[in-house]
């Protein structure tokens, strides 16, 4: 009645057991990992405030499933900074108060991560098609754009 | 439930003909919602991301080939040359992390009515390539492979493989009206492939009836009223004329994200820009040719 | 009224909580690692009317997994409280569609959701009533609408004046049911131990929950502990209390086992509270010259039939504009819906959107520019008490933003600016939000190492009131801001308001001045700060009762620019800038999020925002946010908030207004206004769909 799952979360190989063959990567990080970064909120890939890397791709966690992750790579907001060391990209969003309340944050940064590793100097048309799919209640999204254009004006972000 | 990981294709339509209940799974942007929304909670979910191949194209016979399992991302780098059409539907697809998922055999095993890429195949007489253990494979038409609202040809021992489509040989367009800038459900959609060649034009038409569909007398009357040859502009009376065609082939409803009638009228409209643009495209390599 | 020297105050201090939000470590009220957990999935009704008279759990118990299941016949009996929605599982009665029927508690969240759909519940259907009408038979007057205000307000003699009057306006503008849609779902962690219920819970006040929680089980309020260091966003949604946590609370009692429950973005359209849908008719009788002779605005509004909730949508025409008969109405049904509360600026929202929407179409009438109309009928002192504003400048930010946004070539004339497929329009309305304060305690200590530690039972739901609280003492202290720690978001601190109308700031930030200076004080006095450390509490009570001899609003200008494709009705908005008088601005990073994020949450209730109600089934048919659309980050084009520099004695020790609902407030009038000068076309029913534009 469920499945074990092996993979790499954040660089560390990972073993989950008792897995629920219809549960998704989202809930196995959450509620099985103890990584409660990527948030749900949506569950059917509209918010994107799940959004993991799966295999250095941008994903919706709540729409892979768990067993599909089997062999593969993981990497969600916990495993951006390097030790204290943020990564520009969570830098950017503090300093230009692109954080409110923070839910819509972790996937936030992770889609802005990838952005800037696919196109170092976006323009705001192309920010704002690489977010289409964050949504955010709080802050109108202009400070978030802020914190895209100051990333990338200092530095495309470490791989 | 139990969870199914096929290594190869073979073993995906062994594991389909021995549980027909077994719901493939590639991108998980349709199936993973309705367990979410515990909509349904089928016996069995069959991965089919292990099978490597669904996610590569290949030519043969001056026909493309495409994996159904080719996520959105890859078709718009891979293919938009080839296929513009579907490539401009892939573009309005979700955000980037769906396409980044969700794939045209996702679209086709899901047969929404709203489902984007399908206008892009009808116009372009796309055929879709299912198999099964008893039967093998066999080709269907995209004109019959929609059946009602969120039903199709496929068997229940059948699995997508991936959809056949000629290279574009002349201009193709999509275009869609929705409420938002991105992320949106269509409130109605459209697609126009031309085919100079043989002086053919092919029309998809998306949200706008209970399955996605062609609009056969319009295609016929524009195919007959273009004058190939000339550089001619387009008489503006045709072109009105084919839009009321199209929205003429609509059966559409009332619903959240829009009235019928509002839905006949933009389809007219859709369906005017996009053989403008379409003709226009046309003139152009016309006259550099 | 002191005054405190500005340091940090008036600075762009960034978040102090936003290394936590930003690794990923901050924890929700789902995310509190508590050992021996269990999962609760809800059984909402199928029906929006009758009685449930029978529930079959059988073939839930036998389900792996599966601790308990609860439904009226066996859950713990709860005390009776004023509002009746809180009485979860207590009655056979079905209120509403998606009401709580039962819930069931298993080891895990998907044997619970799983067993949820098994329980078996057979129901005495009755027919349902779900339609607002303006005429609707059961209309009534409620006593008193939100938060409590008079229904009605009558000067003069309107009626009169409305027939004299050589200009008149008559419309209906019709605002839809929206829902709050936080980011983050409502969320409960509940846990029965000796001490009492503690209770993780996304909540926008720990104190105001643990006073609403505590009465029901019949324990004192020190028996419960409200926990939300963060709340992921709110609007509302999180302010009055709702039956998910009483339902997480019943559950935990009932096992004896710490429970999880989430709400679903889904169940969040039945069971966390919504925007009720308004009918609104505004008569406006005026001179040639644009003055008002008379203003009438009348509200139809909707409740449940377990609670009433009045929506306060005509109060701010009480003070807008002058003229000397006046009258201002709410009356409400009693539907088989769900109970609609607070979502951002309730009342003003849609109220402004109905009278901004009648005052363009008067400058229209008139032939006068919008932005004089509204100068011309700016009062002297506050049409509704006669007392003075402690500040008004509305007629500033008017000018300003006028000034700023390339007003004064507009030509008035609709429908006549074209750019390729898309009609231009520009369009203005005014905006205005009320001060409000209440009572806190606070605590301040020094420890010898120079560190301070502020406590209050604040919120921070996004807004940025941890960093400000922190500002605020820092400056009264006379210590840079690495110094002083504020504590929140929990009901074991000093009791304090809720985060709602706009007031966090002037509540806490009272109490935190008043703690502050008084541990300044003490300090002083012992001459230094003992080995011991020392801490000094405050209760704003006495200060809060005074009454003032002013009018206290804050307003402001908001402006848009649209673009309409002439072929499908497709609306968008390029531009939109506000101007907002808000007294003192604290921080005017946080600030200039709380304007932009309420002017774009405007934006999405112009264009995209409706509940949709499906008159059969008598739910919200598009509950799911693929289906209720919020604005994107695609939709919002550039967005500009300015302040206009307004310095009033008369508030709170900071001199500041609250700054998070006025954002919202005429943002969609403006758009509407734009629409019209677009299109020529007006619409008064929101949202502004496509289909409306089409002529």
Redesign the interface.
């Known amino acids: 009645?469920s499945?074990r799952v092996n993979f790499t979360v954040n660089g560390s190989a990972e073993s989950v057991d008792g897995v629920?063959?219809?549960?998704?990567l989202l809930?196995v990080l959450?509620?099985r990992m103890?990584?409660?970064?990527?948030?749900?909120?949506?569950?059917?890939?509209?918010?994107?405030?799940c959004?993991v890397y799966l295999d250095g791709?941008?994903?919706?966690a709540?729409?892979?499933?768990a067993?599909?992750v089997?062999g593969r790579s993981v990497r969600?907001?916990?495993g951006?900074?390097d030790g204290d060391r943020?990564d520009p990209v969570?830098e950017a969003?503090?300093?230009c108060?692109a954080?409110?309340?923070?839910?819509?944050?972790?996937g936030l940064?992770v889609?802005c991560h990838?952005l800037l590793a696919r196109n170092p100097a976006p323009g705001d048309a192309e920010?704002?098609?690489?977010?289409?799919?964050?949504?955010?209640?709080?802050?109108?999204?202009?400070?978030?754009?802020d914190a895209v254009r100051l990333a990338a004006a200092r530095r495309a972000p470490r791989p | 439930?139990?969870?199914l990981?096929p290594a190869s294709w073979a073993e995906a339509l062994e594991l389909k003909a021995e549980y027909p209940d077994a719901v493939p799974?590639q991108?998980?942007?349709d199936?993973?919602?309705e367990?979410?929304?515990d909509l349904r909670?089928?016996a069995r979910?069959l991965?089919l991301?292990p099978v490597a191949e669904l996610s590569r194209w290949s030519t043969t016979g001056g026909v493309l080939r495409v994996g159904a399992g080719m996520t959105y991302?890859s078709l718009i780098r891979e293919l938009s040359a080839d296929l513009p059409g579907l490539a401009q539907a892939s573009r309005t697809v979700?955000?980037?992390?769906?396409r980044?998922?969700g794939s045209v055999g996702g679209n086709l095993g899901a047969a929404s009515p709203a489902g984007d890429s399908h206008p892009p195949l009808l116009a372009a007489d796309a055929e879709i390539e299912v198999e099964s253990r008893a039967r093998g494979s066999r080709l269907i038409p995209a004109t019959a492979f929609y059946q009602g609202v969120k039903r199709s040809a496929l068997a229940p021992d059948e699995l997508i493989r991936a959809f056949h489509v000629a290279p574009a040989t002349g201009p193709q367009y999509f275009s869609k009206i929705g409420t938002r800038?991105?992320?949106v459900i269509a409130v109605c959609s459209f697609a126009i492939a031309l085919h100079p060649r043989r002086r053919a034009v092919g029309t998809g038409i998306g949200s706008a009836a209970p399955t996605p569909r062609r609009a056969g007398a319009a295609e016929e009357y524009i195919a007959a009223e273009l004058d190939w040859d000339s550089r001619a502009a387009l008489d503006p009376r045709v072109v009105a004329r084919f839009g009321e065609l199209v929205a003429q082939a609509a059966s559409p409803i009332d619903d959240v994200r829009g009235t019928a009638d509002y839905r006949r009228h933009a389809l007219g409209v859709l369906a005017r820009r996009t053989l403008t643009w379409a003709w226009h495209e046309h003139m152009r390599e016309r006259t550099t040719t | 009224m002191t005054t405190v020297a500005a340091r940090a105050v008036g600075t762009?201090a960034?978040?102090v909580?936003?290394?936590?939000?930003?690794?990923?470590?901050?924890?929700?009220a789902?995310?509190h690692?508590i050992e021996d957990m269990v999962y609760a999935a809800p059984v909402p009704s199928v029906v929006a009317r009758g009685e449930v008279i029978a529930v079959d759990v059988a073939e839930a118990l036998t389900f792996?997994g599966v601790i308990d299941v609860l439904w009226h016949g066996n859950a713990p009996k709860l005390e009776r409280v004023g509002n009746a929605e809180l009485h979860v599982l207590q009655s056979p009665r079905v209120a509403y569609r998606g009401q709580y029927i039962a819930v069931v508690i298993a080891k895990?969240?998907?044997e619970a959701r799983e067993a949820a759909l098994r329980v078996g519940v057979e129901y005495a259907v009755e027919r349902h009533d779900v339609g607002l009408r303006a005429d609707h038979p059961r209309l009534y007057r409620p006593e008193r609408v939100n938060p409590d205000l008079p229904a009605d307000v009558q000067q003069g003699d309107p009626d009169t004046a409305l027939a004299a009057a050589p200009v008149t306006v008559d419309a209906v503008y019709r605002t839809p049911a929206e829902h709050n849609?936080?980011?983050?779902?409502h969320a409960t962690v509940a846990r029965w131990d000796a001490e009492g219920l503690t209770l993780y819970d996304s909540t926008q006040g720990a104190t105001s929950l643990r006073d609403a929680v505590a009465p029901l089980f019949g324990i004192e309020p020190s028996s419960v502990r409200v926990i939300a260091p963060?709340?992921?966003?709110g609007?509302g949604a999180k302010g009055e209390p709702h039956p998910p946590v009483v339902l997480a609370a019943l559950a935990a009692r009932r096992t004896g086992r710490p429970v999880k429950l989430?709400v679903?973005?889904q169940q969040m359209f039945s069971v966390t509270g919504y925007r009720t849908p308004t009918i609104q008719r505004v008569r406006l009788g005026a001179h040639p010259d644009g003055h008002l002779t008379a203003i009438v605005h009348d509200a139809v509004e909707q409740s449940s039939t377990i609670h009433e909730f009045a929506e306060q949508t005509t109060t701010p025409t009480r003070i807008m504009y002058a003229a000397p008969n006046r009258r201002t109405t709410h009356r409400l049904v009693r539907l088989d819906v769900p109970t609609p509360s607070w979502m951002r600026a309730p009342g003003e929202a849609p109220g402004m959107f109905a009278l901004e929407s009648a005052m363009d179409e008067l400058a229209a009438a008139c032939g006068l520019d919008p932005i004089e109309l509204r100068i011309r009928n700016e009062p002297e002192v506050d049409p509704e008490t006669g007392l003075p504003f402690s500040s008004r400048n509305l007629v500033a930010c008017l000018r300003d933003g006028a000034r700023r946004f390339g007003w004064a070539d507009r030509d008035p004339a609709p429908g006549v600016r074209r750019r390729g497929r898309l009609l231009i329009g520009t369009g203005v309305a005014a905006s205005t939000y009320p001060v409000y304060r209440s009572a806190c305690q606070a605590t301040a200590r020094a420890e010898p190492g120079g560190i301070f530690t502020v406590r209050i039972a604040a919120a921070d739901?996004?807004?940025?009131a941890r960093t400000v609280l922190t500002q605020i003492a820092a400056d009264v202290l006379r210590v840079p801001l690495g110094r002083v720690r504020v504590a929140i978001g929990d009901s074991a601190l000093p009791r304090a308001s809720l985060a709602g109308g706009s007031s966090g700031t002037a509540s806490w930030g009272t109490a935190v001045t008043r703690a502050c200076e008084a541990l300044r004080d003490e300090l002083d006095r012992r001459g230094g700060t003992p080995s011991t450390g020392v801490t000094v509490s405050v209760d704003t009570t006495e200060e809060n009762g005074e009454p003032s001899r002013f009018a206290r609003h804050a307003f402001g200008a908001q402006f848009a620019e649209v673009g309409v494709d002439r072929d499908t009705g497709e609306a968008r908005v390029r531009r939109l800038l506000g101007v907002f008088a808000v007294g003192r601005v604290l921080n005017p990073?946080?600030a200039?999020?709380q304007f932009?994020?309420?002017?774009?949450?405007g934006l999405s209730m112009a264009l995209l925002e409706e509940s949709v109600l499906d008159r059969e089934f008598g739910d919200y048919l598009n509950h799911?946010?693929?289906q209720y659309h919020?604005a994107?980050?695609?939709d919002?084009p550039a967005?500009e908030a300015y302040w206009v520099e307004e310095s009033d004695p008369h508030l709170n020790p900071m001199g500041s207004k609250g700054i998070g609902e006025i954002g919202i407030v005429g943002t969609a009038a403006a758009v509407a206004n734009a629409v019209h000068h677009a299109t020529g076309i007006r619409v008064r029913d929101l949202p502004i769909r496509l289909d409306k534009l089409l002529t």
């Open positions: 009645m499945i629920w063959e219809g549960e998704s809930y959450r509620e103890g990584l409660p970064g990527s948030k749900n909120a949506c569950e059917q890939g509209e918010c994107g405030s959004t791709i941008p994903v919706c709540c729409l892979v499933a067993g599909q089997e969600t907001v916990e951006l900074a943020l969570q969003f503090l300093e108060g954080v409110q309340c923070g839910f819509c944050t972790p940064i889609a990838d920010i704002r098609e690489a977010l289409a799919g964050n949504l955010c209640r709080c802050t109108g999204y202009e400070k978030i754009l | 439930m139990e969870f990981r799974i991108g998980g942007t199936v993973m919602v367990i979410n929304f909670r089928p979910l991965d991301n991302t979700g955000s980037p992390q769906i980044n998922r800038n991105a992320m | 762009e960034d978040r909580e936003g290394l936590e939000k930003v690794t990923g470590r901050a924890r929700y789902f995310e690692p792996p895990t969240l998907e849609n936080p980011m983050e779902p963060h709340v992921g966003g609007f989430a679903t973005r739901i996004g807004t940025g990073k946080t200039r999020s932009i994020g309420g002017m774009t949450m799911d946010l693929a919020v994107a980050c695609a919002v967005v």
